[in-house]
């Protein structure tokens, strides 16, 4: 029988299209529409999601709804009920999918449409495009089609838009935007805009702005143009948002990506109170899991998300729902019957029903009645239409949906099949890929121009993903890969195409690091990822292959990059590794230490450190005590113990596995270095600055000699010497070494690395020590937009910074807007780094300090003392932290008047700090002399002193100064007197 070297085009309508029943799903959905405008009812469960298998006609579903609700709406008279759609299905989207794409470029023209204005967020998409442009990231051209037309451009940026078009051609499009936004700062928008946000500066709106907090201000416009809407008498009175393709940016993980955006407008509007009329309709594949993602905030109740959504699982067409199909189809070619082809397919329809349905049905095991897939009918017609002359059902069809697909590919020219076998190792593909396949001999007797003819929109299994990106249905790209896995030469030639994919964007990837440009390395390295990982999974990529490709793709980013990503991707290897081989694997074990130590660089110490913990017996099990896996589980024990606020264990780890690594792998061995250098850093965290910085300075000669002078490492201890040397009084020195660190790292490592980071916090830090608080202010700043950007807003460097930023912020003068800004992040340290981790207990510290510095003397004394308990329990009555708080909390006691009190806790403190911190430490002799000026105080000589009885004195100059910082007092309030 001669093969169709060609795809015939459809003849009838899909079956997704013709399809009308699936009445339980349809009347849950009436009812949520007529519960949104009806009066008086509001839905109790504001969000409603609907999942199952790709396919199953999700979409016709909510359009069939949609176009019900309308009908019953025109009858009544008008349309109270606004939709809002956004369709994620033609997009090729991952958990990484930007939040300003999802919310700016999607949920803004679904709502602009369904004429919901937006006017603060409107300022903020422009002020954030603005900034694009100054990068480079957007061009003039992508501003003016998110301005759109003059008029819509009055109606999104103001009165202001107009006299600035006349300078459009003479003004570069940065300078025109710019412009506009400063002009905007007069629009009545920009001023409510300034009012709502006062702390979201659009002239400076970075990425991490724009992904923490567009969620806020799209449901602020959201919540007053609904709550207008209530006012009067105008339509719509209601809104619901639906969006198609929810799996898109569906992920596993808690992260501040698409998902989480999105999960927080639904909150944000869901909570509202009182509650609005406005919904929510996801359709995805997956059920969701929202409860145990993002019910654990300590502001929500526990059954948050069990309250608030309802899920309803959508299956497969019923068998009455195919045969209606097929009716309709009968009826279609009916009316053509005076065409030939359309005369052959109706007779062979019509003889051939039973075969065609049982071809169809979706054969698994737990379906309760027959179940078919809209595809699939589509399918067998397509089938029959290419193969009417001699068709013959057993042949061309078989039995189960699997069959049919099988039957489709055997009957396909074979070098089109290999082509689309080829495409579809690719996930997603375009032109570009395309090429390169074709380039690599990869896809064979297919010229360029083919492309077109692949992707033509009669080949309905070919569906767009995006502009110029197309995806096959997933039913076939399951289909194309199986028959691709069955072929003895399958698997080889799977892995040559996967291979010269990945080694594209492993290209790509090595060109962003080049450039040091984080998010093209994060868009290489996904891609790059997701193949090897979806190929890998399905068992159509050999473990003994993936592995080795999945980890050099991992090692080709520099260290500490990307943590959330990594921790993703690492997240899906574990779960090839375990199906392919085995839980106790060496790789699984090893995928599991990653998953820990990407748990921790994404900013949860805890967690990290718990799965830490599990993973090291499995290992000793395994493995072995001396293995060197086992030797790096115990080194990122050690870390993750330190980090989440035990240092002494931290240091004592790191001591016991010090001796272990000299006897195994050496003393010049990279790792044994690395542990010197968390020894000293542990140590210096215990308080012994002098001591730490003699171990740094021995370790750095060492460091040049094995590693080199540009190494990470070698770095990182030249930053660690300069902070030392800071620490114990040189602030001069180490300023000048930080300065002289910065260009080798912003060369070696790239201006975005963690490592570069910090050593811009501490040329700041240093900058306000030497007294120029207003720079170092600055330079917080800016800091803290390039870590929000890079690291994300929980990570604990970001934290770390915005408690930076408050303490300067006090320095400068302004305590209140100091104590503000710590009180603000004090439960985002509690809920990302626990109540036990330093820079928690450090910012309660400073609370206290500010609160006593604002004026408040007794609060403040309340706050030391609830907060000394605490420091005893988590750094031991031992530490300059825990010293520090009892020095303040005689301090605030004696601002209180209780000059008795002061000299009894001074008098208890001075013996501790001579034992710890030495006779000579400027700290225990400004204890001693307070010691002095109190019983001086006490027994007063009227010939020495004018001073009132009962005002406890000013502390020494060397003395820790009152507010909290930890910075001695001439150093920070003393200098102002």
């Not at 504001?46 to 609700?69: I, N, W």
């Not at 030249?718 to 020195?733: E, Q």
């Not at 100091?818 to 439960?827: D, F, G, R, S, V």
């Amino acid at each position: 029988m001669a093969r169709k070297k060609s795809f015939s085009l459809p003849f009838v309508p899909t079956a997704a299209e013709i399809f009308t029943d699936r009445e339980a799903p349809r009347k849950v959905l009436g009812d949520f529409f007529d519960g949104l405008h009806g009066s008086p009812v509001v839905p109790s469960r504001p969000v409603k999601v609907f999942y199952g298998v790709g396919g199953a006609g999700k979409s016709a579903l909510r359009a069939k709804a949609v176009d019900e609700c309308r009908a019953r709406m025109s009858d009544q008279g008008g349309y109270p009920l606004a939709f809002a759609h956004v369709d994620l299905d033609s997009d090729r989207i991952t958990p990484a999918y930007p939040i300003f794409d999802l919310f700016a470029g999607r949920l803004r023209a679904a709502l602009k449409a369904a004429g919901c204005p937006l006017p603060l967020f409107d300022v903020y998409c422009l002020a954030w495009h603005a900034r694009g442009m100054s990068s480079g990231t957007f061009s003039a051209e992508q501003v003016q089609d998110f301005l759109g037309t003059h008029q819509k451009a009055s109606e999104v940026a103001g009165s202001w838009w107009a006299p600035l078009t006349d300078f459009a051609t003479s003004l570069k499009g940065v300078d025109l935007v710019l412009k506009a936004g400063i002009a905007f700062r007069t629009a009545w928008h920009t001023r409510r805009y300034a009012v709502h946000f006062p702390n979201l500066e659009l002239a400076e709106l970075s990425e991490a702005d724009f992904m923490q907090y567009a969620h806020h201000v799209l449901a602020h416009d959201l919540l007053a143009f609904l709550d207008a809407q209530r006012e009067r008498n105008g339509h719509p009175k209601a809104l619901c948002i639906t969006i198609d393709g929810f799996e898109r940016i569906q992920s596993q993980v808690c992260a501040h990506d698409a998902q989480w955006a999105l999960q927080e407008l639904c909150s944000r509007i869901a909570t509202a109170d009182p509650q609005p009329r406005c919904g929510f309709v996801l359709f995805g594949r997956n059920r969701l899991q929202w409860r145990e993602l993002y019910d654990r905030r300590e502001d929500l109740p526990e059954d948050t998300w069990d309250a608030l959504l309802e899920q309803h699982l959508v299956g497969g067409l019923g068998e009455t729902d195919a045969e209606y199909f097929l009716d309709q189809a009968e009826a279609w070619y009916t009316a053509r019957a005076v065409d030939p082809r359309s005369a052959e397919i109706l007779e062979i329809l019509s003889e051939n029903r039973k075969a065609i349905l049982d071809a169809a049905e979706d054969l698994a095991d737990d379906q309760p009645a027959r179940s078919f897939h809209p595809y699939t009918l589509d399918l067998a017609l397509r089938q029959i239409d290419s193969h009417r002359d001699g068709f013959n059902a057993s042949t061309h069809l078989g039995r189960g949906h699997k069959e049919l697909q099988a039957r489709f590919l055997r009957y396909m020219d074979e070098g089109q099949r290999s082509a689309m076998q080829a495409l579809a190792l690719a996930l997603t593909f375009d032109h570009a890929v395309f090429r390169l396949l074709i380039k690599e001999d990869l896809i064979k007797g297919i010229p360029v121009q083919g492309f077109h003819n692949l992707v033509d929109p009669a080949n309905s299994h070919i569906l767009p993903a995006g502009p110029q990106v197309y995806r096959f249905h997933s039913k076939m790209q399951e289909a194309l890969l199986a028959h691709l896995h069955d072929q003895p030469s399958g698997p080889k030639q799977a892995a040559d195409v996967i291979a010269s994919l990945v080694a594209h964007y492993s290209a790509q990837l090595a060109e962003a690091v080049r450039r040091h440009d984080v998010a093209a390395m994060q868009a290489a390295y996904v891609r790059a990822a997701d193949i090897l990982l979806a190929h890998a999974d399905t068992g159509l990529l050999d473990v003994a292959v993936f592995g080795p490709a999945f980890a050099a793709l991992d090692k080709a980013i520099p260290w500490g990059l990307l943590a959330r990503p990594r921790l993703a991707t690492w997240t899906r290897a574990e779960g090839v590794f375990r199906a392919r081989l085995s839980a106790d694997a060496e790789k699984t074990l090893g995928a599991r230490g990653e998953i820990a130590y990407w748990t921790g660089e994404s900013g949860d110490a805890r967690t990290a450190l718990a799965l830490i913990e599990a993973l090291l017996p499995d290992q000793r099990r395994v493995l072995g005590p001396d293995h060197p896996d086992i030797l790096k589980t115990r080194a990122n024990l050690a870390t993750w113990t330190g980090q989440a606020g035990d240092a002494h264990a931290a240091l004592a780890l790191f001591e016991a596995l010090l001796l272990d690594q000299q006897r195994v792998l050496g003393p010049d061995h990279p790792d044994t270095l690395t542990t010197r250098n968390n020894i000293a850093t542990w140590i210096g965290e215990c308080g012994d600055a002098g001591r730490a910085l003699a171990l740094f300075e021995a370790l750095l000669p060492d460091q040049q000699r094995v590693l080199g002078p540009d190494h990470p490492e070698t770095l990182r201890t030249r930053n660690n010497i300069a902070f030392l040397i800071g620490k114990t009084g040189d602030l001069g020195t180490a300023l000048s070494l930080f300065e002289k660190l910065l260009p080798d790292q912003q060369r070696v490592l790239g201006p975005d690395h963690p490592d570069t980071l910090t050593t811009c916090n501490n040329i700041a830090s240093f900058i306000g020590w030497t007294g120029d608080v207003g720079t170092a202010l600055s330079q917080f700043e800016n800091l803290l937009r390039d870590q929000q950007r890079v690291l994300g807003p929980d990570h604990p460097d970001t934290l770390r910074t915005r408690n930076n930023i408050a303490g300067w912020t006090g320095m400068g003068g302004d305590t209140s807007t100091a104590l503000t800004l710590l009180e603000a992040l004090l439960p985002d340290l509690l809920r990302v780094l626990g109540p036990d981790h330093p820079l928690t207990l450090g910012t309660r510290h400073n609370i206290a300090g500010w609160t006593g510095m604002g004026g408040d003397a007794s609060t403040a004394l309340t706050l030391f003392e609830a907060l000394l308990p605490d420091l005893l329990r988590v750094l031991g009555p031992d530490h300059p932290h825990t010293l520090n708080a009892r020095h303040n909390i005689a301090y605030w006691a004696g601002k209180c008047g209780d000059v008795a009190k002061v000299l009894a806790l001074s008098e208890a403190l001075l013996p501790d700090q001579q034992c710890v911190l030495g006779p000579n430490h400027p700290d225990t002799c400004a204890t001693a002399d307070r010691i002095a000026d109190l019983q001086q105080r006490l027994h007063p000589d009227p010939q020495t002193t004018d001073d009132p009885p009962g005002q406890p004195p000013s502390p020494a100059r060397n003395a820790p100064c009152p507010c909290g910082s930890g910075k001695r007092f001439k150093h920070c309030h003393g200098q102002r007197g």
